[in-house]
C-alpha cells in the first residue's frame, strides 16, 4: 500500500458521509487515481437514521453500498479501514489496521462529527447517540424492549420507569426521535399488548436553550413545539441536564426516572483536528481557509462537520448534508484547477437551500428563507425532498412505498429487536 | 406471573416458528387463553435465511414482529422470553429471566433445531450456522469483510485463503448457500473491485454422504450437482470434515486453506427432550404418541423439528417448514376436541406437499412425488411458492419486487457489512 503510487498524482478522500462521496463523484473526469476510505463499506443517508432507530425503516434502505455507487467510475477505489493519523510531512494517511499507510498528494478530510457529552463520556452508555447504523439499531432494540419488559412487569413503579423516554437536545435529530417515538407509542403500538397500554408511554423532550430547532426562525420553532404537544411530547426548555445513569435523567434539578435515554445533543468534530494538528474551535471544527484547505497545506482539504466555514455574517455554515455536498464539490474543483494548472476558483460560499424538519406523521417545518411553512404541506415536501435525495433507485422506490404503506395502514415493519442474543447460542441457554 | 390464571384454561406455547404460530393462530377460536413465548419478538421465514446471509435480503424481508401477527387474536399474548426448564408436575414453564414462571393446562413444546456439530462445538467458532437472523448477518458480514480484505491483501497466500470459502454440510441449506456465494462472487461483484478479481474466488461445498440433497429423488440430487458446477462451485461428496480452525478444514484428508467457512450439516433438536426427561432419538428428537403428545403427559405436545414423528414406512416425518405447520394445526385440533369435549382426532399423518430447493440465478429442482423437475422452472415455482408463503402482504411485495429487480439488473442492495464495530464508538479509534 506504500508510495509507489505511479505517476498520476493520488487524491485520497477519508470519509464517505455526503462531503467526501460528493468529492469522489465531482472527481470523476480528474487524471488522478482517487481513494475513498471509509470504515464502514455504505454511504449513509443520516437524515433518515432515526426512523430506523424507531423501526419504520430498515438499514438496507438508508444504507448504499460505496462499490456500487462508485462501480463504474474508473478512477475512483475504495478502501475499507478506519484512519488513525495524518502524517502531513511524508504525505501518508495512517490506517489503524496494522501499518497500512496511504501515500496522497491530495488529502480532502470529510470524517463528520459526534455527539458531544459535554465532558461527560461515561453518560454515553445511558444515553446512546444516534450516528451509525449500529447506534440507531442498538436504539430501537431499547425502545422496543422497554415495551416488552413492561408488559410483564408487575411493579408498577418500574413500569413507569420502562414506559418513560427521554430524548436529550431539541436540535432536528431530538424533534425528530421524539415525534418519532410518539407515533410509535401513541399509534402503532396501540393494540399490540394486553397488559400495559402504550399509549401511557411518557415521552420528555429537554432542550438547553429556551427554544427547540435554535438554527431555524422562531415562529418554525414555535409550530414545532405545538406539533409536539399535540402528539403528547412533553417539551423541556432552557433545562441542562445535570447526571445520567440507569435510572434516568436530572434536568433542571428535576430527577426523571426513565429506562430509556437518547442523546441527540451537541456536536463534537471527529478527531481530524488532532491528526493535522490543526487551530480548532471549541466543537473541535478545523478553521479552513477560504479555499477550504488547512492553511500552511495547500494540499490538505477539510469540509463537512469537520470544518469551520464562515458565512459573509460571520456565522458558521450549518452542519447539515447540502453544505457537505456543496463543499465536497467545491473542493473537487480546486483540486482538478490545479491539476490542470488552471487558476482557483472563487472560494467557497455557501447556498442556503432551505432547511427541513419532520414532526411524526404528517407535520413539518420549512424554511427556505423566501418561504417559511409548517403542517401538513411541509410534510410531503419533507417527504419529496427526502426520497429525491437518496440515493439509488431502488431505495428511493422501496422508502416511498413503505412510507406510503405506513400512513395509510399504520404500521410500521421494521419492527424487529436484534442482536440481543448473541449470534452464537450454543453455549447459551436452547431457543425457546 | 404465577398460577391464578383464571378460570380459562392456559395453553403455553414455546416457540414462535412454523409450528408453534400456527399453532397458535389455529388455537384463535379456542376458549381458552393462549400464551406464546418466544426468545425474538418476531417469526422468522427461515427458508430464506440463506438469502439474508448472502445480501439479498434485509432481515426485516423475512421476519414479522408476532405482535403484528397476532395482534386481532384476543385470546392470544406474547411473552419475549428464554424458557429453561418445564416442571411436568407443576405445569409451569421456567423462564431463565430471573425467576419468571407460567403455569399451564396445555404445553406445546415447538422450539425447533441447531446444527449439529457432530461433539465439536468448539468448531461453531470457525464455522458458524445458519439458524438465526444474527448468525445470517454475521455470516453475511464474514463473506463480505472477505472480499474486502483480498482487496487491500498483498500476500498472494492469504488473498487466496480470503477468496476460499467452504460450506459444510449438501442439505437445502448448504447447497442454496454455496449457489448464491456463487453467484455474489461470480456475478454481483465482478466490477466492484480493483485489485481482485471475484471470479477467482473458490468455493466449495463438502458433503459427507455419497450425493447432495440425500432426502430427494436421486436425479434431483444429480441436476442440483450439474447447476453447482456450472456455477462454478466445487462439490465434494463422500468427504467427512475432519477438522475446522481459523485458518481452513481438513476435509477426506485434504487441507483446504480458507477463511470463511459456514457450516450447514447435521441437525440437533433443541435440548427440549431433557426439560421433558422424554425418550429421544439420537438427534435429541422427543419421541412422540401418534396425537404428538409426550408419552404419559396427555397435556403435553411437541412439534416440528423438535419431535421425532415417523410415517407409515417407518421413516421419520422432515424437518422442513409444511411439517411443522401440519403439526401445529393438528394439535391445536386436538387440544380444541379436548377443551369441547369432543372425540380426539384421527392420528396425525403428514400429507408431503413436495420439495424445493434453489441453486443460485434461475436454477432450481422441484419434488412432488407426482412431478420431478428442475431448471428455469422450477426456479420460477420455487420464488412463487416462497412469496406465496411469505407472512404479511407488504413483506412478500417487497421480496417479489426486490427479486424481480435483481434479476433484470444483477445488483444486491443489502450488501452492508453492519456490526464490524462495536455501537458505541466513544472510546474507540475515531471514525474514518
Redesign the interface.
Known amino acids: ?1 506504500d508510495a509507489a503510487a505511479g505517476k498520476q498524482p493520488r487524491i485520497v478522500i ?2 464517505a458521509g455526503f462531503g467526501g462521496l460528493s468529492a469522489a463523484k465531482a472527481l470523476r473526469r480528474a487524471s488522478a487515481k482517487v481513494t475513498l ?6 454511504h449513509l443517508f443520516q437524515p433518515l437514521l432515526y426512523q430506523v432507530a424507531t423501526a419504520e425503516l ?4 438508508i ?3 460505496l ?2 455507487i462508485l ?2 467510475q474508473e478512477n475512483a ?1 475504495i ?6 493519523d495524518v502524517d502531513l510531512q511524508a504525505r501518508t494517511v495512517i ?2 489496521e496494522l501499518g ?1 499507510k496511504v501515500s496522497y498528494d491530495y488529502l480532502v478530510v470529510a ?2 462529527a ?1 455527539h458531544s ?1 459535554f465532558g461527560h ?1 461515561e453518560w ?2 445511558y444515553a ?1 447517540g444516534l450516528k ?4 440507531a ?2 436504539i430501537r432494540r431499547r425502545i ?2 422497554a415495551f ?1 419488559r413492561a ?2 412487569e ?1 411493579d408498577p413503579e418500574e413500569r413507569r420507569r420502562l414506559l418513560t423516554f427521554v430524548i436529550v437536545g431539541g436540535g432536528p435529530t431530538g424533534v425528530e426521535m421524539a415525534g418519532a417515538i410518539a407515533g410509535l407509542a401513541k399509534r402503532i ?1 396501540v ?5 400495559i397500554d402504550p399509549r401511557s408511554a411518557r415521552i420528555i423532550l429537554i432542550e438547553g436553550q429556551d427554544r427547540l430547532l435554535s438554527t431555524y426562525p422562531e415562529n418554525l420553532s414555535m409550530a414545532a413545539d405545538r406539533s409536539l404537544e399535540r402528539l403528547g411530547v412533553e417539551v423541556w426548555l432552557s433545562k441542562m441536564v445535570e447526571t445520567c445513569d440507569e435510572d434516568g435523567v436530572v434536568a433542571g434539578g428535576q430527577r426523571i426516572e426513565a429506562r430509556t435515554i437518547i442523546w441527540g445533543a451537541g456536536n463534537a468534530a ?3 483536528a488532532q491528526w493535522l494538528n490543526a487551530d480548532r474551535d471549541r466543537a473541535g471544527r478545523v478553521k479552513v481557509a477560504p479555499d477550504l484547505s488547512l492553511p500552511g497545506h495547500s494540499e490538505v482539504f477539510v469540509i463537512g462537520d469537520t470544518a469551520l466555514v464562515t458565512m459573509d455574517d460571520g456565522s458558521p455554515v450549518p452542519g447539515v448534508a447540502p453544505a457537505a455536498k456543496q463543499q465536497g464539490e467545491y473542493v473537487a474543483k480546486v483540486i482538478s484547477a490545479k491539476l490542470a494548472g488552471h487558476p482557483a476558483p472563487e472560494p467557497f460560499r455557501y447556498r442556503n437551500l432551505g432547511n427541513l424538519a419532520t414532526i411524526g406523521r404528517s407535520a413539518a417545518i420549512a424554511d427556505f428563507g423566501w418561504l417559511r411553512i409548517s403542517g401538513f404541506f411541509a410534510w410531503v415536501l419533507w417527504g419529496l425532498v427526502h426520497i429525491y435525495f437518496l440515493i ?1 433507485f ?2 428511493r ?2 422508502v416511498a ?2 412510507w406510503l ?1 405506513a400512513y395509510f395502514t399504520v ?1 410500521r ?15 447459551a ?4
Request: proline share 9%.
Open positions: 500500500m477519508v470519509g476510505i471509509d470504515r464502514t463499506n455504505y430498515a438499514p438496507s434502505e444504507a448504499v453500498p462499490r456500487s462501480r463504474d477505489e478502501l475499507l479501514g478506519t484512519v488513525n490506517l489503524q497500512q470524517t463528520g459526534q457529552y463520556d454515553e452508555r446512546p451509525t447504523v449500529e447506534e439499531t442498538a422496543l424492549l416488552e408488559e410483564t408487575t403500538l393494540r399490540d399488548f394486553r397488559h471527529s478527531p481530524a439509488g431502488r431505495n422506490f422501496a412505498a413503505k404503506w404500521d415493519g421494521a419492527r424487529l429487536i436484534i442482536g440481543a442474543q448473541e449470534p452464537s447460542s450454543r453455549s441457554p436452547p431457543p425457546s
